[in-house]
C-alpha cells in the first residue's frame, strides 16, 4: 500500500442525484468559456434533455471542457505541469505560480493547480449530467442513446484519469449536485476511481464506433477508449491487460504513424490516424482557438510571421535539445528536431523566410529555441491546431513497456523501432536488455511528446524515475533543495488538494507532507 492509499482508504463514493452543478467548483471559476453551443449554465429539467438534439448539445458541453486553459489538453497540463516540472521546457518570466511549479514547491494556494483541479470536475460535473439525463430519457432511439454515453462516459474517465494521476484517491461524484447538495464529500481510494475509469472506458470501448464521418470526427472512438484503457492500466501495472489492449488497437486496423513527423501537427492534417484523440480548436480571436500558439511564437518577431500575437514565453531547454541523437559530424539526426524545433540559425518549416537569428533577439525565446508544433502560419490570437490528448506513437511506447515488463522484451524493441524508423534514426539492437529498453522508451517519449500533455512529469512519477530523472538533468538541481521536500519522495508524488476546494468541502483530507 502506498503513501497515497494509506490515506484514502475506506473513503466514500457520493451518489446523490440532483440537478445541476458542482457549486463549490463553480463559484472557484474564473469565467466559463467552452464552444459556442446553446444552451451553457442554463440547463434545467424544464427546459432541456427532452430529445437528441438536446442530447448532442449537453454532450458537445462537455467536450468543450477540454478547450479551456486548466483542463486536459492546453497550455496548463502540456507546459506547466508535464514539461516545467521535469525541467524540459518551461515559462522563463513565469509568475510566481509557475516558478512555484517548476521549482517544485506545490503549495496548497497554487492557482495553477488549483484550476487543473476545478476543470477537471467541472468536466466530470458535465459528463455526469449527459450520463444521467440521457440514461433516463425515452424520447431517444436506442442506437444514438449508447453512442451519447458512450462519448460522456470516456469523456468522465479522462477527467478523472487526470484527477487520479495527479492527487491520487478523490471524491467520486458519478451523479448530479447542486446548491442543495451536501457538498461535504469524501475522498474515495485510488482504487475506487481507477475501477470508475476502467469501467467507463469498458463500456465506452462497446459503444464507440472506430471512425467517424463527417460533423463528427474528431469524437471519442473506440481507438480512443483503448488509448486510455493502456494508459490506466500501465498506471496500475497491469501489464498483461495493457498488453491486451494494445493489440486491440493496432488489430482495429485504423490507426498508424503519420509518414512525416511534422504532419500529425498540421492543421490540414488534423484527426489523421496517428490521432487517438485530441481537443478540437477552429481559429478565432475567442476561445474556441488553441492558444499554445502565441505562446510559442516568437515575442517582437515581425507580425508577417507571428500575425501579431507572439509571447514565446515557454522555451526548450538546451539541455533537452541535447538529448536529441546526432550523426559523426555532431549534427542533430533526429527528424523530430528538424520537424518541430527551430535553433539559432535555422528557418521556421513552414515559413523558411523566417530564420531564428544566431543572435536571438530579447524576448524571441531565452534559450534560442521554439517549438512549432503549434505555430506553422502566420495565425490571429488562436490558431485552428488540434492539441493531441493521446497519439499511436504514445501508445506503442505504452505497449511495448508492458512488453518489456512481462519478458517480451525483443518484441517491446519492434514496436520501438516503429516510432524511431519515422525519426530516421537507427533500430535499436535486439539484444537490448530489460533497463536498456525501459530506459530506449522514456528516451524516446521525452523527444517525441514535448509541449504535449504526455512524456514529461507523469510518466516519470508513474515509474518512480522523477528524482533520479531530474537529479541528472536539471543543471539547477542543486538550488531545488529536493532532499528538504518531502512530498518528493512519494510513489507516486502527489500534489496538494487546492486550499479553496478544502475551504467549500471540509470532508477533503489532505495529500501526505501538505498542509492546507
Same mark, same amino acid.
Given at each position: 500500500?502506498?503513501?497515497?492509499?494509506?490515506?484514502?482508504?475506506?473513503?466514500?463514493?457520493?451518489?446523490?442525484?440532483?440537478?445541476?452543478?458542482?457549486?463549490?467548483?463553480?463559484?472557484?471559476?474564473?469565467?466559463?468559456?467552452?464552444?459556442?453551443?446553446?444552451?451553457?449554465?442554463?440547463?434545467?429539467?424544464?427546459?432541456?434533455?427532452?430529445?437528441?438534439?438536446?442530447?448532442?448539445?449537453? @454532450?458537445?458541453? =462537455?467536450?468543450?471542457? $477540454?478547450?479551456?486553459?486548466? +483542463?486536459?489538453? !492546453? #497550455?496548463?497540463? %502540456?507546459?506547466?505541469?508535464?514539461?516545467?516540472?521535469?525541467?524540459?521546457?518551461?515559462?522563463?518570466?513565469?509568475?510566481?505560480?509557475?516558478?512555484?511549479?517548476?521549482?517544485?514547491?506545490?503549495?496548497?494556494?497554487?492557482?495553477?493547480?488549483?484550476?487543473?483541479?476545478?476543470?477537471?470536475?467541472?468536466?466530470?460535473?458535465?459528463?455526469?449530467?449527459?450520463?444521467?439525463?440521457?440514461?433516463?430519457?425515452?424520447?431517444?432511439?436506442?442506437?444514438?442513446?449508447?453512442?451519447?454515453?458512450?462519448?460522456?462516459?470516456?469523456?468522465?474517465?479522462?477527467?478523472?484519469?487526470?484527477?487520479?494521476?495527479?492527487?491520487?484517491?478523490?471524491?467520486?461524484?458519478?451523479?448530479?449536485?447542486?446548491?442543495?447538495?451536501?457538498?461535504?464529500?469524501?475522498?474515495?481510494?485510488?482504487?475506487?476511481?481507477?475501477?470508475?475509469?476502467?469501467?467507463? @472506458?469498458?463500456? =465506452?470501448?462497446?459503444? $464507440?464506433?472506430?471512425?467517424? +464521418?463527417?460533423? !463528427? #470526427?474528431?469524437? %471519442?472512438?473506440?481507438?480512443?477508449?483503448?488509448?486510455?484503457?493502456?494508459?490506466?492500466?500501465?498506471?496500475?501495472?497491469?501489464?498483461?491487460?495493457?498488453?491486451?489492449?494494445?493489440?486491440?488497437?493496432?488489430?482495429?486496423?485504423?490507426?498508424?504513424?503519420?509518414?512525416?513527423?511534422?504532419?500529425?501537427?498540421?492543421?490540414?492534417?488534423?484527426?489523421?490516424?496517428?490521432?487517438?484523440?485530441?481537443?478540437?480548436?477552429?481559429?478565432?480571436?475567442?476561445?474556441?482557438?488553441?492558444?499554445?500558439?502565441?505562446?510559442?511564437?516568437?515575442?517582437?518577431?515581425?507580425?508577417?510571421?507571428?500575425?501579431?500575437?507572439?509571447?514565446?514565453?515557454?522555451?526548450?531547454?538546451?539541455?533537452?535539445?541535447?538529448?536529441?541523437?546526432?550523426?559523426?559530424?555532431?549534427?542533430?539526426?533526429?527528424?523530430?528536431?528538424?520537424?518541430?524545433?527551430?535553433?539559432?540559425?535555422?528557418?521556421?518549416?513552414?515559413?523558411?523566410?523566417?530564420?531564428?537569428? !544566431?543572435?536571438?533577439?530579447?524576448?524571441?525565446?531565452?534559450?534560442?529555441?521554439?517549438?512549432?508544433?503549434?505555430?506553422?502560419?502566420?495565425?490571429?490570437?488562436?490558431?485552428?491546431?488540434?492539441?493531441?490528448?493521446?497519439?499511436?506513437?504514445?501508445?506503442?511506447?505504452?505497449?511495448?513497456?508492458?512488453?518489456?515488463?512481462?519478458?517480451?522484451?525483443?518484441?517491446?524493441?519492434?514496436?520501438?523501432?516503429?516510432?524511431?524508423?519515422?525519426?530516421?534514426?537507427?533500430?535499436?539492437?535486439?539484444?537490448?536488455?530489460?533497463?536498456?529498453?525501459?530506459?530506449?522508451?522514456?528516451?524516446?517519449?521525452?523527444?517525441?511528446?514535448?509541449?504535449?500533455?504526455?512524456?514529461?512529469?507523469?510518466?516519470?512519477?508513474?515509474?518512480?524515475?522523477?528524482?533520479?530523472?531530474?537529479?541528472?538533468?536539471?543543471?539547477?538541481?542543486?538550488?531545488?533543495?529536493?532532499?528538504?521536500?518531502?512530498?518528493?519522495?512519494?510513489?507516486?508524488?502527489?500534489?496538494?488538494?487546492?486550499?479553496?476546494?478544502?475551504?467549500?468541502?471540509?470532508?477533503?483530507?489532505?495529500?501526505?507532507?501538505?498542509?492546507?
Amino acid at each position: 500500500m502506498n503513501d497515497m492509499e494509506l490515506h484514502t482508504k475506506n473513503k466514500k463514493m457520493k451518489t446523490t442525484y440532483i440537478l445541476g452543478f458542482l457549486t463549490f467548483f463553480i463559484l472557484m471559476s474564473c469565467g466559463d468559456k467552452f464552444l459556442s453551443l446553446s444552451p451553457k449554465d442554463t440547463l434545467t429539467e424544464e427546459n432541456f434533455y427532452l430529445n437528441e438534439s438536446d442530447a448532442q448539445a449537453g @454532450l458537445n458541453g =462537455a467536450y468543450g471542457m $477540454l478547450q479551456r486553459e486548466e +483542463t486536459f489538453s !492546453n #497550455v496548463r497540463d %502540456a507546459a506547466d505541469v508535464e514539461w516545467a516540472i521535469a525541467g524540459d521546457m518551461y515559462e522563463m518570466d513565469g509568475s510566481a505560480n509557475r516558478i512555484e511549479l517548476h521549482t517544485l514547491a506545490f503549495p496548497a494556494t497554487n492557482t495553477i493547480l488549483r484550476d487543473m483541479y476545478m476543470g477537471a470536475y467541472l468536466g466530470v460535473s458535465r459528463a455526469n449530467i449527459v450520463i444521467n439525463k440521457v440514461s433516463a430519457m425515452e424520447n431517444i432511439a436506442e442506437e444514438s442513446k449508447q453512442l451519447i454515453l458512450g462519448q460522456a462516459k470516456f469523456l468522465r474517465a479522462l477527467f478523472y484519469y487526470r484527477l487520479v494521476t495527479y492527487w491520487g484517491g478523490v471524491p467520486l461524484i458519478t451523479e448530479i449536485l447542486d446548491a442543495s447538495s451536501n457538498l461535504e464529500v469524501s475522498r474515495a481510494s485510488a482504487e475506487e476511481v481507477w475501477a470508475l475509469i476502467e469501467s467507463d @472506458l469498458l463500456a =465506452a470501448k462497446t459503444a $464507440l464506433p472506430k471512425t467517424w +464521418t463527417g460533423n !463528427n #470526427v474528431g469524437k %471519442a472512438t473506440t481507438g480512443s477508449a483503448l488509448a486510455l484503457l493502456i494508459k490506466a492500466a500501465l498506471w496500475q501495472e497491469k501489464y498483461e491487460d495493457v498488453v491486451g489492449y494494445g493489440e486491440e488497437l493496432i488489430q482495429l486496423g485504423v490507426h498508424g504513424l503519420v509518414p512525416k513527423f511534422r504532419d500529425v501537427f498540421s492543421e490540414e492534417n488534423e484527426n489523421n490516424e496517428e490521432i487517438l484523440f485530441s481537443t478540437q480548436f477552429r481559429p478565432s480571436q475567442d476561445s474556441e482557438g488553441n492558444n499554445l500558439v502565441k505562446r510559442t511564437a516568437p515575442r517582437g518577431a515581425p507580425s508577417e510571421f507571428t500575425g501579431g500575437a507572439a509571447w514565446s514565453n515557454f522555451v526548450p531547454q538546451q539541455h533537452w535539445v541535447n538529448t536529441f541523437e546526432k550523426d559523426d559530424q555532431g549534427k542533430i539526426k533526429d527528424k523530430r528536431y528538424w520537424d518541430v524545433i527551430i535553433g539559432p540559425g535555422e528557418p521556421h518549416q513552414n515559413m523558411p523566410a523566417f530564420v531564428m537569428p !544566431n543572435e536571438v533577439p530579447t524576448g524571441w525565446s531565452k534559450t534560442g529555441y521554439i517549438v512549432t508544433k503549434y505555430w506553422e502560419k502566420p495565425t490571429i490570437n488562436n490558431s485552428g491546431i488540434n492539441a493531441p490528448i493521446m497519439r499511436f506513437s504514445e501508445a506503442l511506447l505504452n505497449y511495448a513497456e508492458a512488453l518489456n515488463e512481462i519478458g517480451r522484451t525483443s518484441d517491446a524493441i519492434v514496436q520501438i523501432n516503429k516510432v524511431r524508423e519515422r525519426a530516421g534514426l537507427d533500430q535499436l539492437s535486439a539484444g537490448l536488455g530489460k533497463e536498456e529498453t525501459l530506459d530506449a522508451i522514456f528516451k524516446e517519449r521525452r523527444v517525441e511528446f514535448i509541449w504535449e500533455p504526455t512524456g514529461g512529469f507523469s510518466d516519470l512519477n508513474r515509474r518512480g524515475r522523477f528524482i533520479d530523472f531530474i537529479r541528472k538533468e536539471r543543471p539547477n538541481i542543486n538550488d531545488l533543495n529536493v532532499d528538504q521536500k518531502p512530498w518528493l519522495h512519494t510513489r507516486p508524488i502527489v500534489f496538494p488538494i487546492p486550499r479553496e476546494a478544502w475551504d467549500r468541502n471540509k470532508a477533503l483530507e489532505q495529500n501526505p507532507n501538505y498542509t492546507f
